[in-house]
Each structure stands twice: as C-alpha cells, then as structure tokens.
C-alpha cells in the first residue's frame, strides 16, 4: 500500500497541486516585500478561476482565458493598490472586501452566463510530454525522473522560470533591492529618491496577476471547470506558504510543494483507508495550522507590512 500511494506518480502530482499555491504566495511575497499585505489573494484566486473558464468557452482558447484572468487579476491588485496605498484604507479589511465581492461576483456571472454555478471548460491546456525512449532496464531512477517532470501542462514549466526570476528580480537587481528597502524602511528609501507609491502599486499589482494566473491553473489545468468557492482557502494556504517561506519566492516554493504534498496525500487516500473523507480533507489545513505554528517567532516579516506610508513634510 505504501508504495502505491508513493511514487513518481504522486509525485507529480504533488507538483501540480502546488502550482496554485506556489503562484499565489508568490504573490503575496511582491505585495509585502513592498509593505502592503495582500489577503485578497483568496479572491483574486477564485475571479481568476472563473473568468479563465468563462473566457476560454467564449474564445474557444484556454490561452485567451489564462490572460484574461491575468487581467482581472490586475484589475482587483490596482483596486487593492487604490484602496490602500492611495486612501491608506485599512490593508486587511480591504483584502476581506475583495474576498467577499469575488465569493459574489462570481456566482452572479456564472448564472447570468450559464444558468448554472459549475462549468465545464470546453477546451483544456495542452499537456507537454517528454519521452526518452532505451533507457534501459536498469534506469529505474531514470524512469521516475521522467514521470515526474514530463506530461505537464505549459503552466507548470512557467511557474519554475517565473520563480526563478523573482528571485533573480528580488535579490540580483537594483529594482529589487528599492522594493525591500521600500518594506523594510520607507523613509529611508524615499531619502534616497525611490518612489514609494509607484514601487509599491507595482508590486501590489503583480501580486493580483500571478493569483490571476494561479486561478487560471486551479480551474483550466487541475479541475477542468469552475464552480462556486473553488478556490476553497488556497489563498490562505498561499500566504502560510509565503510566512513559512519566510517571504522569498524559492522558500514560499518549498513551502507549496510541502502543502501539495498533502493536498495530494489527501487525494491519494480517498477510498483507500476506513477513515471518513471529511477528515482526510482536512489534512492539508492541518498541516497549514502546523505550519504556521511552527513558524511562530522564526519568521520574520518585512519591518513596514502593513504600515501605510506618510510623507515626512519639513
């Protein structure tokens, strides 16, 4: 039994669990590396979700849809951005809004479009497979190796290049180096001539479209529709990821791997063990709360997220 659960199969599929979750804490790492704390990330999730799905039956094209839930991803991280580095509105209570009028929105429009809460995407990503073919008998190593990486959508091997240069991004280049010093001590930084409110709009908005895009991989790449409350608390997950990463892109990406790890476990053991679903569902919360306990007084956030900034005058 054990070696049916762990393999190379679950795996990958531990890997395709965690794209969400590693994009969308991704996310909140911009957001409150530049001061601002993202919660709506639920949210920008869950519209991004839907208007993939919805975009993508209309266009017959799922890549049309992948943008446009980047775009309404965008929309909600400037609405977000205006709330509260323009108006300096509360920062959580502003994600708690976006959070509620997506819960809304969403089902409104799926029953205004299609009368119905959950819908089928007519056309799926394209799924990239790699074959190595005489490898041997002896290249079992070989084999899991493949199965592992190969036989993904698009979306995933994206996901690995964008990690990869947000931390290039973040802690190679001049940009990167205003955007922390902007989180850290913005009086400093605006001294130094940084523009504070652009940086941070910049950030807040990249934030809302790499949840756009993660919505778009929940409801194209690993459900194939959409339906109401979809996202189911990955946002919040998304953010334990990034506090347990420690705010960087490659710890918050280890940290959705662990948590795709057990969203996946939870899959793997449905109708395998005695133990009711409802209990094994909530294997990957439990391990969030475990997380997040674990991580208490280890993690350290950026000195200024959630401190709106005022321009010193004299």
């Not at 790492?29 to 209309?58: R, Y």
């Not at 479009?113 to 056309?123: C, D, S, Y």
């Not at 979306?155 to 180096?177: D, E, N, Q, R």
Request: hydrophobic share 55%; with cysteine; proline share 4%.
């Amino acid at each position: 039994m054990f070696g049916d659960i762990f393999n190379a199969q679950f795996v990958a599929s531990s890997i395709r669990v965690a794209i969400p979750l590693a994009l969308a804490g991704l996310g909140g790492v911009f957001s409150e590396k530049s001061g601002v704390i993202n919660i709506g990330l639920e949210g920008m999730m869950l519209t991004g979700a839907f208007t993939a799905v919805a975009v993508t039956n209309f266009a017959q094209n799922p890549w049309v849809g992948v943008l446009a839930a980047i775009l309404v991803g965008i929309f909600l991280g400037l609405i977000h951005a205006i709330t509260c580095i323009t108006f300096k509105a509360n920062q959580i209570v502003s994600g708690v809004a976006i959070n509620l009028f997506a819960s809304g929105i969403t089902v409104f429009f799926s029953w205004l479009l299609f009368g119905e809460t959950q819908i089928m995407a007519k056309t799926n990503l394209p799924i990239w497979g790699l074959s190595v073919p005489n490898i041997g008998e002896g290249s079992a190593f070989a084999r899991s190796m493949i199965t592992i990486f190969a036989h993904h959508s698009p979306l995933v091997y994206l996901t690995i290049i964008i990690f990869a240069l947000s931390h290039i991004i973040l802690f190679k280049t001049p940009f990167g180096l205003r955007l922390r010093s902007v989180g850290e001590y913005p009086q400093a930084a605006d001294t130094m001539g940084v523009n504070i409110v652009k940086m941070r709009y910049m950030a807040v908005i990249t934030s809302g479209a790499l949840a756009g895009l993660a919505g778009s991989f929940l409801s194209l790449e690993q459900a194939h529709f959409f339906v109401k409350e979809m996202s189911g608390g990955r946002g919040f997950i998304a953010l334990a990821a990034m506090i347990f990463g420690k705010w960087t892109p490659l710890g918050t990406a280890g940290a959705a791997l662990l948590f795709g790890f057990g969203e996946a476990l939870a899959i793997r053991l449905q109708g395998v063990t005695a133990v009711p679903v409802q209990f094994i569902n909530m294997v990957p919360y439990l391990l969030a709360i475990f997380v997040l306990v674990s991580a208490i007084g280890r993690a350290t956030p950026p000195a200024a997220d959630g401190v709106p900034y005022e321009k010193e005058i004299g």
